[in-house]
């Protein structure tokens, strides 16, 4: 993609780090988040999935070939799967047994495996997007479904190892009927139309995580348009509600612009906006979603005027670069998605000149409010990058992590901020990256030694001064 020049230095920088294509890292431990979810038994390499949705029931009859590697001697394997009805498993051709447990799919291996050897399992199984299930990645429409995997659901829509450590290839087919659109991210390359159903098959250039696929099926047509250097762009639009979206989707482009200038060219192949259609919109638990180059919307959501919708659109497709392109090690990590989301989507709304919700219209005003509630939500929430599974969506991993950032920028400068930004999207690009790995970054780039700097922001019980603000205060916890 020709994307716009970026200033010398930063280009120079990003070329420097940009890494040649590697193997994955050895996974760390369990995810202190959610310690029961994945295995660092193997590492999964590619997923070939397949939804057919049989719309007389609502029911979605999938497949799902994995190809793993194993990292120790197995005679089992262990998938993360829930409320999925199992009908076969096969490795490597042959039938092979299973049982469903704990959220687990085990499968018994023909043979013992040694380490580094390569495995093709393959799982055929019908799920009902409806189901009730303690917690699940299907968002069930009036004639399909969508999906919505994070953090830790996307094993309710096919098995997987579902921790972002281990991102692999995937391609995905989508079976509905003729009257019907079947979708995925990434690129579409196939149409096959056979007795009154059509598959369309897509393939995502990038690795992914598991809680990054989209999947959809429903009443939609596509919108397709472009960015900056010809990016391509395809929204996918109930047509009834094309017309209403339209100024919002035209928004795109203008974004991806003003984002580029600041991270670099896109990291994907393409881009686009689901505002997916549904009767019980109150059944999300979120606005915006950034699946992997198709970004989920709640319904309704992109019919508001631009001021009102345009800044968390940007939060959204920041997440292109951090959390998509550069996934989280854990999901301890979570302050490096959210907190670059928000702290983009809040220097876009203050240059456009428009309020936040506080009523403020400058980074630093929004930033003193924050900081003089910055040892409450260490007391209530935890420090920035120690989250548990129960608070791990609350303010302090947006807001919090802004104020990271922001002191960050205040003790190295602005053009040093710049760089160690420029740096790590480059050096994790397609892998994933730690909050250590944050802060080695950091240190690198500023020639300076800033792991006692930023882990006491990071992981303190109470809020350090702010660089360049001594009269800040912070409120007594209440």
Same mark, same amino acid.
């Given at each position: 993609?020709?994307?716009?020049?970026?200033?010398?230095?930063?280009?120079?920088c990003w070329l420097a780090l940009a890494?040649?294509?590697?193997?994955?890292?050895?996974?760390?431990?369990?995810?202190?988040?959610?310690?029961?979810?994945?295995?660092?038994?193997?590492?999964?390499?590619?997923?070939?999935?397949?939804?057919?949705?049989?719309?007389?029931?609502?029911?979605?009859?999938?497949?799902?070939?994995?190809?793993?590697?194993?990292?120790?001697?197995?005679?089992?394997?262990?998938?993360?799967?829930?409320?999925?009805?199992?009908?076969?498993?096969?490795?490597?051709?042959?039938?092979?047994?299973?049982?469903?447990?704990?959220?687990?799919?085990?499968?018994?291996?023909?043979?013992?495996?040694?380490?580094?050897?390569?495995?093709?399992?393959?799982?055929?199984?019908?799920?009902?997007?409806?189901?009730?299930?303690?917690?699940?990645?299907?968002?069930?429409?009036?004639?399909?479904?969508?999906?919505?995997?994070?953090?830790?659901?996307?094993?309710?829509?096919?098995?997987?190892?579902?921790?972002?450590?281990?991102?692999?290839?995937?391609?995905?087919?989508?079976?509905?009927?003729?009257?019907?659109?079947?979708?995925?991210?990434?690129?579409?390359?196939?149409?096959?139309?056979?007795?009154?159903?059509?598959?369309?098959?897509?393939?995502?250039?990038?690795?992914?995580?598991?809680?990054?696929?989209?999947?959809?099926?429903?009443?939609?047509?596509?919108?397709?348009?472009?960015?900056?250097?010809?990016?391509?762009?395809?929204?996918?639009?109930?047509?009834?509600?094309?017309?209403?979206?339209? @100024?919002?989707? %035209?928004? /795109? =482009?203008?974004? $991806?612009?003003?984002?580029?200038?600041? *991270? !670099?060219?896109?990291?994907?192949?393409?881009?686009?906006?689901?505002?997916?259609?549904?009767?019980?919109?109150?059944?999300?638990?979120?606005?915006?979603?950034?699946?992997?180059?198709?970004?989920?919307?709640?319904?309704?959501?992109?019919?508001?005027?631009?001021?009102?919708?345009?800044?968390?659109?940007?939060?959204?497709?920041?997440?292109?670069?951090?959390?998509?392109?550069?996934?989280?090690?854990?999901?301890?990590?979570?302050?490096?998605?959210?907190?670059?989301?928000?702290?983009?989507?809040?220097?876009?709304?203050?240059?456009?000149?428009?309020?936040?919700?506080?009523?403020?219209?400058?980074m630093d005003d929004r930033m003193r409010?924050?900081?003089?509630?910055?040892?409450?939500?260490?007391?209530?929430?935890? @420090?920035?990058? %120690?989250? /548990? =599974?129960?608070? $791990?969506?609350?303010?302090?991993?947006? *807001? !919090?992590?802004?104020?990271?950032?922001?002191?960050?920028?205040?003790?190295?400068?602005?053009?040093?901020?710049?760089?160690?930004?420029?740096?790590?999207?480059?050096?994790?690009?397609?892998?994933?990256?730690?909050?250590?790995?944050?802060?080695?970054?950091?240190?690198?780039?500023?020639?300076?030694?800033?792991?006692?700097?930023?882990?006491?922001?990071?992981?303190?019980?109470?809020?350090?001064?702010?660089?360049?603000?001594?009269?800040?205060?912070?409120?007594?916890?209440?």
């Amino acid at each position: 993609m020709i994307a716009k020049a970026l200033p010398p230095a930063l280009l120079a920088c990003w070329l420097a780090l940009a890494p040649a294509a590697q193997a994955a890292p050895a996974p760390g431990p369990a995810d202190p988040v959610f310690p029961g979810l994945g295995s660092t038994a193997y590492d999964a390499l590619d997923y070939h999935l397949a939804f057919d949705y049989r719309e007389a029931s609502r029911t979605v009859d999938g497949s799902a070939t994995i190809t793993a590697r194993t990292r120790q001697p197995l005679r089992s394997l262990d998938l993360d799967a829930l409320g999925l009805t199992v009908r076969q498993v096969t490795v490597d051709g042959r039938s092979a047994g299973f049982t469903l447990h704990d959220e687990k799919l085990t499968v018994q291996l023909p043979h013992r495996a040694p380490a580094g050897r390569a495995l093709t399992l393959r799982v055929d199984y019908t799920a009902d997007p409806r189901a009730a299930l303690p917690h699940t990645g299907w968002v069930p429409t009036a004639d399909g479904f969508a999906v919505a995997g994070q953090p830790n659901s996307a094993h309710t829509v096919f098995p997987c190892n579902d921790r972002p450590d281990d991102k692999a290839r995937f391609t995905v087919s989508v079976t509905a009927p003729d009257a019907l659109l079947g979708v995925a991210g990434g690129q579409p390359t196939a149409t096959r139309e056979r007795d009154g159903r059509t598959t369309r098959e897509y393939r995502y250039r990038e690795p992914m995580a598991t809680e990054l696929l989209q999947v959809a099926v429903g009443d939609y047509v596509l919108n397709e348009h472009q960015g900056p250097g010809g990016l391509p762009l395809r929204d996918v639009v109930p047509p009834a509600r094309l017309a209403a979206l339209k @100024p919002a989707l %035209d928004l /795109t =482009a203008g974004q $991806l612009e003003w984002i580029e200038q600041r *991270l !670099g060219p896109f990291p994907f192949e393409d881009y686009g906006l689901l505002p997916v259609d549904t009767d019980a919109p109150d059944a999300f638990g979120f606005t915006g979603l950034e699946t992997q180059t198709l970004t989920l919307y709640k319904p309704g959501f992109l019919a508001q005027p631009e001021q009102a919708i345009a800044p968390l659109m940007m939060h959204e497709l920041v997440h292109s670069w951090f959390g998509d392109s550069v996934t989280p090690r854990s999901w301890s990590d979570l302050w490096l998605n959210e907190g670059h989301a928000d702290f983009y989507g809040l220097l876009y709304r203050y240059q456009q000149g428009w309020p936040d919700s506080a009523g403020l219209t400058t980074m630093d005003d929004r930033m003193r409010l924050v900081y003089s509630q910055a040892d409450q939500w260490r007391h209530d929430w935890g @420090p920035v990058a %120690d989250p /548990t =599974a129960a608070n $791990l969506w609350e303010e302090q991993r947006y *807001l !919090g992590g802004v104020l990271v950032l922001y002191a960050l920028r205040q003790q190295v400068g602005e053009s040093v901020f710049e760089r160690i930004e420029h740096a790590f999207l480059a050096r994790y690009r397609n892998g994933n990256a730690s909050t250590a790995d944050y802060v080695a970054t950091a240190s690198e780039v500023s020639g300076q030694d800033l792991s006692g700097f930023l882990g006491a922001w990071l992981h303190g019980t109470r809020t350090p001064p702010m660089p360049g603000h001594p009269d800040w205060r912070v409120d007594p916890v209440g």
